[in-house]
């Protein structure tokens, strides 16, 4: 994922957001595409909190990232860009 890209979806997801609010937000059409490659991996990662965790698949979801998790993010980015 383009770091740029990645940065601004947990910018966006400071509040809670839904996954169809952050696909529209990023500009992604595919549900499929965009749940696969994009929201998992930032799940799998630690970078993004689901807001119902013992749901993963309500559709009352919601995802966040929080400070720790961003500054974290931006350790790791700027160690990577390096």
């Not at 809670?16 to 992604?28: A, D, F, L, V």
């Not at 970078?47 to 995802?63: A, E, G, H, V, W």
Request: hydrophobic share 25%.
């Amino acid at each position: 994922m383009q770091d740029n890209r990645l940065k601004a979806i947990l910018n966006f997801c400071e509040e809670p957001r839904s996954r169809e609010e952050i696909q529209k937000y990023t500009g992604i059409k595919n549900r499929d595409y965009f749940r696969k490659e994009i929201l998992n991996p930032l799940i799998e990662k630690g970078l993004l909190k689901l807001t119902i965790p013992d749901k993963p698949k309500s559709p009352k979801q919601k995802y966040m990232s929080s400070k720790e998790q961003m500054k974290n993010c931006q350790q790791r980015l700027d160690k990577h860009l390096r």
